[in-house]
């Protein structure tokens, strides 16, 4: 039996669907869920979240924020969230080069505009990593000549 799942970030929602398992990156660590999970009311930090559907991996990343879970459904909101194939690479690029651009810069290091540019460079890593992840998931088709 599934449990159901529900992603919406500050302006969206994100992900609704039955699932077999919720993976999410927990305050502390990596937290399973699992149908009929115990109540849990938990802060994710910026991580990847893997839903299981049908068998199949999907993959958000999520820039930190709450997960609510009660025995029949799991519900994330998170500050902002991106489906692995909704993830714009090239604007994930330019996001990480301004970030880079601005720690290079010689701001102080505990300015606000530093700490921006570093939370804007783990966004940005994140987001690469999972539209990567993604595409190296799909499976390879050998074709024997
Ligand atoms: P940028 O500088 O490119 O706006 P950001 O890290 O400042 O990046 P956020 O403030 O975290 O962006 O997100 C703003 C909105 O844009 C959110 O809805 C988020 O899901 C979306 N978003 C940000 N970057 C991407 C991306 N590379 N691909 C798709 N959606 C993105």
């Known amino acids: 039996m599934p449990i159901r799942c529900e992603i919406v970030s ?5 992900f609704e669907g039955d699932v077999d398992i919720v993976v999410a990156p927990g305050a502390d660590g990596e937290l399973g869920i699992l149908p009929h999970h115990a109540p849990l009311l938990t802060t994710l930090k910026p ?5 299981r ?22 519900t994330v909101l998170a500050d ?31 300015s606000e505009v530093y700490l921006a540019a570093e939370a804007a460079l783990r966004r940005s890593n994140l987001r690469l990593q999972v539209a990567r992840r993604r595409r190296g998931s799909v499976p390879r088709i050998d074709i024997n000549l």
């Not at 991580?47 to 839903?51: A, D, I, M, N, T």
């Not at 559907?53 to 025995?71: C, H, K, T, Y």
Request: no cysteine; aromatic share 2%.
């Open 80 to 110: 902002a969230a991106e489906a692995a194939e909704e993830i714009d690479i090239s604007r994930a690029e330019e996001a990480r080069r301004r970030a880079e651009e601005s720690l290079r810069s010689g701001v102080p290091r505990n």
């Open 47 to 51: 991580g990847v979240l893997r839903v």
């Open 10 to 14: 500050q302006d969206r929602a994100v």
């Open 53 to 74: 559907q049908g068998g199949r991996d999907e993959l958000f990343a999520i820039s930190g924020g709450v997960m609510e879970v009660r025995p029949d459904i799991v």
